[in-house]
């Protein structure tokens, strides 16, 4: 495989790259996260503009054409300056949705929406007794004439607090794990019977508490094919973990480069501590970690639009382990060369590792993927 990136795709992370530079330092998103929204508003403009928003979309939808290279690209940038803004869950997570489920009338009216920026969504599907397992719905979906009545909850909805339209699993019919019965519907969050409770997480991003009471939705907010959703929703789950893992080798390599520029400026018996060797070697084991995570997210990158379902998901639990393994380990050696100041809130790192470890989480953490790789029976 050639991983090289092409002319297009070096002009795209030099353009993020320089956006972030001039807008995003530490300093930056400390003011960011006391803003009604916990990011920039501001920000969100700036990608909009950039056309950062509309990429991965297709041109005739109002999109730009951008491809899973594109996403990782941007993820890694956004993942080396804590972004907290929605890119995930609105681009990534919905747009995903949207690109691949919905009808040709809403990718029409939602895609221009989202790359102008006024339109911002937010997944709902997590459930407090799901654990990791994607086809645990009890949240339900009764036939209510030409549309559905949707009753249950749905836990740390990320930035569903803040989501202009909100995309819900629902059953339709089956057991409670059962994977086939679900749907998908976009759901107005000022609907009647709807609650939601906006809360910050650990690592200073957004998420939400859904309660959804007898909410009605019609027959035509559904996306793709109400009660076969479950295939969909497993494959834009998988392309997020791709893009998951490209955010994570942009806050390990954050966590590196601010170790080794303290490793050069923290003096002890007279000299930069950095001199000596056991240091530099668990400088350099840091360095070999960040290494293994980015050509096994390369990979998954490279898999995550393929059409083989047993292939793709066996590359995502793969890059979602090493992340998850590699990330903790990045981390906690970070951390324990930087001393006492590592573990203040005054200094960037410490908050690194928390977002290490909240990406780590988020659809299954290394344990869970690695006895799922080992269950279909390796990678190769």
Do not use: C
Request: charged letters at 25%; a negative charge; aromatic letters at 8%.
């Amino acid at each position: 495989m050639d991983f090289d990136l092409s002319e297009e795709q070096s002009m795209l992370k030099d353009s993020v790259d320089r956006l972030l530079a001039d807008h995003y330092n530490f300093e930056a998103r400390n003011k960011y996260l006391q803003n009604a929204e916990g990011w920039s508003t501001d920000m969100w403009s700036r990608y909009a503009e950039l056309g950062l928003l509309g990429l991965p979309f297709a041109e005739e939808d109002g999109g730009y054409g951008g491809g899973s290279v594109e996403t990782m690209i941007i993820m890694e940038s956004l993942g080396r300056v804590l972004a907290l803004e929605p890119f995930f869950t609105t681009v990534v997570l919905g747009g995903g949705f949207i690109r691949q489920g919905a009808s040709a009338d809403q990718r029409a009216e939602l895609v221009p929406q989202i790359a102008e920026g006024a339109l911002k969504l937010a997944f709902a599907h997590t459930e407090r007794e799901a654990r990791y397992d994607l086809n645990h719905v009890g949240t339900t979906a009764i036939k209510d004439g030409d549309g559905y009545l949707l009753s249950g909850a749905k836990s740390v909805v990320l930035h569903g607090d803040s989501a202009d339209r909100l995309i819900v699993s629902a059953r339709l019919e089956g057991d409670v794990r059962n994977e086939n019965g679900i749907g998908l519907f976009l759901v107005d969050p000022a609907s009647d019977g709807l609650s939601r409770r906006g809360y910050q997480l650990q690592d200073g991003n957004r998420a939400a508490e859904i309660g959804l009471d007898k909410v009605r939705v019609e027959a035509a907010a559904a996306i793709g094919e109400a009660g076969n959703a479950f295939p969909l929703i497993r494959r834009v789950v998988d392309q997020a973990i791709a893009a998951l893992a490209a955010e994570s080798v942009g806050v390990m390599s954050m966590m590196h480069e601010q170790t080794l520029e303290y490793l050069k400026v923290r003096k002890q018996f007279g000299v930069p501590i950095g001199a000596f060797q056991v240091l530099q070697h668990a400088a350099v084991d840091m360095f070999v970690a960040i290494e293994q995570a980015r050509s096994i997210t390369q990979y998954a990158t490279m898999m995550a639009g393929t059409d083989d379902d047993a292939e793709r998901a066996k590359a995502m639990a793969a890059a979602k382990a090493e992340i998850g393994r590699g990330g903790k380990f990045v981390g906690e050696t970070a951390v324990q060369l930087h001393g006492g100041v590592g573990m203040t809130m005054e200094y960037a790192v410490g908050h690194y590792f928390k977002r290490s470890t909240m990406i780590d989480i988020t659809f299954g953490d290394s344990s869970h993927h690695l006895r799922a790789l080992a269950a279909m029976g390796g990678l190769f």
